[in-house]
């Protein structure tokens, strides 16, 4: 809360500055009339144009609009109003940018004052709208119309016969406070859309606060991506004539006195039947009402579907609302209506979470008492469940509206469990295919609930951001601070059935805790779970027994964190570095019913005593032992024996129906991450200063790596991958044959005088990675030894040859050893062909990745784009592919990017993926290194490092934006650590301190500290 505080004072005290947003001040205005539009004509971004009346662009004309371009439009109602109309035949090209939306609004609007207009009534029909008009078919008997909010004319026609009808694009465009009164339920919309064809494109648009509709189609066939309507005067979306296009992510908010229907779905007018009958399909949906508890009757449901009308709504969220959640109409004294449709099967709600309604959750309720309607809660296969998303909404402009669901299982949200199913189809009986629109994602929903608050398509560019609306709510997480939180002590005994361990509570494991067989824990976001210590069968861990699942799935700003008794949170110095840091508790084990390759095909996990809840292994490689998101597992490695520790995450014969996604190990004492047989992928895994190796295999694992990380340190880190077959036999099949993309693995430092990391990786025992992509580099030994066969009748020397174990399109540098391909190779020579076949595209190179090892902010692992790097020159080539030779396959898993290692060198440090939630970064370690122990020049303070090195009001602005609003780090963040305290920290404290000293008199910038 004390940060939202911040920025609001911040931004009341430099109203003119506009955060990632176009400004008008200062810029020329120059006034356009009907008149104005001749032939082709083009707005400029330096110039502020003021609609005059109303303005068209007529048959032949073409308007092209610049981004970061504004128009105002004049105050005025019936004919005395202000709109852009594009008539049939009339193009429209308003292409801004997220750096750079076009904004339509209106001329009492001071974009450069996010409070200068009203939130509610007074903010809208303050001009008309943007209406756009096309040649596509419509369903009335005229098969022509005159759109509403217009006198009618020739030049107000819509409607025909051309379906692929191009009206122009409109992309990153905002529209804002209209919605003119022509007449009785006679307005202009946010945007009208009359007969406009599937060859107009429109993505990301926003209608903010206009009198009537957000969104109103009648008819034609266009397709809308990225769409936000928030706190209009009537419905969200509205649909007419025959509208048969589709629509995904799309968000409506209402407020609490005006809004009426998310959706409003109307098929024919004149007459009802007619045909085509309206039948859009929509995905990824998040319609938000008037609030479950407002007091307001004028939002009564979410959707009212009439007249035949037959949407199909897949992969949505509907909540929020003060009534009902549908109706659809009964045929009356016409010969058919919706319920015709819905029973006819072409009325499609599937796969959508609906909650958090003021009348009531039942179905039949839901329903409005329809039975017809009623089927679709109560038929599970259309999988419509009814469950809290768990979105924080306030309607307020306090950085608190969050439109992300809380991705755990406790909330019961549906999921793409069958994307044949799922993924929106066209809907062939009615002509319109969808064929490369719909984009295949895995959450439901208008927003990646794993995402970043900053990053979500809304971000940026709305007046829904801008003025203060959009904002990260944690949902009750409360940060990740185990301060004043109670704590409740868990043992074996107390995993029984069906167990919730919510954030607002540490829970403290005592001893070994199993989830069994049939048993489920869900771990809140932002919950803390602390173990007490001791080794071998004293030691505490959480071990998911076969059968058994485990969803803990976090979000960036709320991850789930598993440490010891003896860490502080609030701390992060508190725990040593090196081994005093590690082996303070034991860690996490999962274990499942997939295939490993020993003679018996089950086995007892390493670190616990034998028993039938420690096996892992069967025949299941598609077994599900649930889900991991967001996960920081640190200070663990208890020993139960000789060579028999536990590792941070253990994974032994776990399938690949369990998702790990952003997973971090931190100074583990054994292994960061071990696979015992199985077939599970991860996907973003970060292993940092753990005792043993970073990421160990055995006993026939084939799945999956992409992104990941291992940092040594210098003294006890040993391999970055200790790869090994099968262990009895070694020969044993399946082999292990995983694949990994885009990894970086560091070593305990090229120069480091410990022999105890002595190579990248050691392969044996049939073993036969893939690895592509990838960066290794910094290690104190040498590359890669593969072993040879010796007393076994194969081993890894043998899947090499024959084409199995493949290292390609990988960067190898800065070895103690040398860098030439056979020291690399450690003088084999059947591994030496890894470097010197040109066709694997290996290069020996320096990444220059900048590595210090210590919390000072200077560990940075993207590696330099101009460092002669491979690249994805062949992306059939060097696109993970399968390994058909050995079973799985990865169809669809592997991203396609363009860079190798596990970081975008693109991406800032802030953005980079491993931000924010990891104890790599809370810890200090993460940070943007230039290549200098220090860039700090006399005093701190100039943050904007502009060449007049003044510390001013644009080095605050420039701070403000580089820590909440997604902005660019400093050049120099030596320079920005103000108040000069030893940690070199760059946080809150430095910005109070800024605060202070420009407007509070508070002491000067501190002097630059030596070494940050």
């Known amino acids: ?82 709109a852009l109309i594009v008539s049939q035949g009339g193009l429209l090209n308003a292409i801004g940018t997220e750096n750079a939306p076009i904004i339509f609004t209106s001329t009492s609007d001071d974009l450069d004052d996010p409070s200068d207009i009203p939130y509610g009534n007074a903010g809208r029909k303050l001009w008309g709208g943007v209406i756009m008009l096309g040649y596509a078919t419509i369903n009335t008997t005229a098969g022509v119309g005159n759109i509403e909010g217009l006198p009618p004319s020739a030049r107000t026609q819509y409607g025909g016969s051309i379906d692929n009808d191009n009206s122009g694009t409109l992309q990153y465009v905002s529209i804002r406070h209209g919605g003119s009164v022509f007449g009785d339920a006679d307005e202009i919309n946010g945007l009208t859309l009359g007969g406009v064809g599937n060859g107009t494109t429109i993505d990301y648009l926003e209608i903010f606060q206009n009198f009537d509709d957000g969104v109103e189609w009648f008819g034609g066939t266009v397709r809308i991506k990225h769409a936000i309507v928030a706190f209009c005067g009537d419905d969200g979306f509205d649909i007419d004539e025959g509208w048969s296009g589709g629509v995904q992510f799309g968000m409506t908010i209402m407020d609490e006195e005006d809004g009426e229907n998310s959706g409003e779905h109307d098929g024919g007018t004149t007459p009802e039947n007619g045909t085509p009958f309206a039948t859009p399909v929509f995905s990824n949906m998040t319609y938000l009402g008037a609030g479950a508890n407002a007091a307001t009757s004028a939002n009564p449901r979410v959707f009212n579907i009439r007249d035949n009308c037959s949407p199909a709504y897949y992969n949505s969220i509907f909540s929020d ?45 839901l329903a409005g008492g329809q039975s017809w309607t009623e089927t679709l809660f109560t038929d599970a296969s259309f999988q419509n469940r009814i469950t809290d998303p768990g979105i924080n909404v306030s309607r307020q402009p306090d950085g608190m509206n969050d439109p992300r669901p809380k991705n755990n299982t406790a909330k019961n949200l549906p999921s793409w469990t069958d994307p044949t199913q799922y993924n929106p189809p066209a809907k062939p009986n009615f002509g319109q295919t969808f064929a490369g629109f719909f984009e295949d994602v895995d959450y439901i929903g208008a927003f990646d609930p794993n995402a970043n608050i900053g990053d979500l398509w809304v971000a940026n560019w709305t007046a829904f951001d801008f003025y203060g609306f959009l904002g990260e709510n944690d949902g009750g997480c409360g940060g990740i601070t185990d301060n004043g939180k109670p704590v409740e002590t868990v043992t074996d005994a107390d995993i029984v059935g069906d167990v919730y361990w919510s954030s607002d509570t540490v829970w403290n494991l005592d001893g070994f805790v199993f989830v069994d067989s049939g048993e489920t824990l869900t771990i809140e976001a932002g919950t803390i779970i602390k173990a007490n210590p001791g080794q071998a069968e004293l030691a505490s861990a959480l071990i998911v027994s076969q059968g058994g699942k485990l969803f803990a799935n976090g979000t960036r700003e709320c991850p789930i964190i598993f440490t010891s008794t003896s860490d502080d949170l609030d701390d992060p110095s508190d ?27 089950v086995g007892n996990i390493e670190g616990l005593p034998p028993s039938v809840r420690t096996q892992y292994g069967g025949s299941i490689d598609n077994d599900n032992s649930g889900s991991l998101r967001f996960v920081s597992i640190r200070h663990g490695g208890s020993v139960f024996g000789d060579a028999d520790e536990i590792n941070g995450l253990t994974l032994g014969g776990v399938g690949n129906g369990t998702t790990i996604d952003y997973v971090e190990i931190f100074q583990n004492f054994d292994d960061g991450i071990e696979w015992f047989g199985g077939t599970v992928r991860i996907k973003h895994a970060v292993v940092a200063f753990c005792g043993d190796d970073g990421f160990d295999i055995d006993e026939g694992w084939s799945g999956g790596v992409q992104y990941g990380f291992t940092i040594m340190d210098e003294e006890d880190s040993e391999n970055s991958g200790e790869h090994d077959g099968g262990t009895t036999p070694e020969n044993g099949t399946p082999f292990a044959t995983p694949v990994f993309s885009n990894m970086t693995y560091l070593g305990a430092g090229a120069n480091a005088a410990t022999s105890a990391n002595p190579r990248v990786f050691n392969i044996r025992d049939n073993c036969s990675p893939a690895y592509y992509n990838s960066i290794f580099s910094d290690h104190n030994g040498i590359g890669i030894i593969v072993e040879q066969s010796g007393s076994q009748p194969t081993d890894s020397e043998d899947r090499l040859l024959a084409g199995d174990l493949v290292f390609r399109n990988n960067a190898w540098g800065v070895f103690t050893a040398g860098n030439t391909p056979s020291i690399l190779a450690g003088g084999q020579s059947w591994t030496e062909t890894l470097f010197t076949t040109g066709s694997f595209n290996n290069l020996i190179v320096d990444p220059q990745i900048y590595v210090t090892r210590a919390a000072d902010q200077q560990n940075d692992p993207r590696p330099k784009a101009t ?21 799985q396959t990865f169809a669809g898993w592997f991203d396609e990017v363009d860079y190798v290692g596990g970081f975008d060198p693109n991406v800032s440090i802030e953005d980079n993926w491993m931000a924010g939630w990891t104890a790599f970064d809370t810890y200090g370690y993460l940070g943007e290194n230039n290549g200098s122990s220090s860039c700090c020049v006399g005093n701190t303070g100039n943050v904007n490092a502009d060449a007049g090195g003044t510390v001013d009001l644009s080095d605050l602005i420039y701070f403000v934006n580089y820590l909440f609003l997604g902005g660019p780090a400093p050049t120099c963040l030596s320079a920005a650590n103000v108040n000069g305290d030893l940690s070199c920290t760059v946080d809150l404290s430095d910005l109070i301190y800024l605060v202070n000293y420009l407007f509070l008199g508070g002491p000067a910038p501190a002097a630059c500290v030596a070494g940050c």
Not at 575 to 596: D, S
Not at 867 to 887: E, I, Q, R, V
């Open 867 to 887: 460092a002669g790097l491979p690249s994805w020159t062949d992306p059939t080539a060097y696109n993970p592919p399968a390994k058909p030779n050995f079973g």
């Open 321 to 365: 609302h003060n009534g009902i959640g549908i109706i659809v109409e009964q045929s009356g004294s016409q010969p058919t209506d919706s319920e015709d449709r819905l029973l006819a099967g072409d009325l499609v709600f599937q796969n959508n979470a609906w909650g958090l309604f003021k009348s009531g959750y039942a179905p039949s309720v």
């Open 1 to 82: 809360m004390f940060r939202r505080l911040l920025i609001a004072f911040v931004l009341c005290l430099v109203p003119a500055i506009a955060f990632g947003q176009v400004s008008d001040n200062g810029k020329p205005v120059k006034t356009i009339t009907d008149a104005d539009i001749v032939g082709t004509v083009t707005f400029d971004s330096d110039t502020v144009y003021n609609l005059d009346g109303f303005v068209f662009v007529d048959s032949g004309e073409v308007l092209n609009i610049e981004a970061g371009t504004i128009i105002k439009a004049n105050p005025g109602q019936a004919e005395l109003a202000s």
């Open 575 to 601: 725990i040593p570095y090196g081994n005093a840091g590690r082996k303070l508790w034991g860690g996490v084990i999962m274990l499942g019913y997939a295939t490993i390759n020993t003679t018996a095909g």
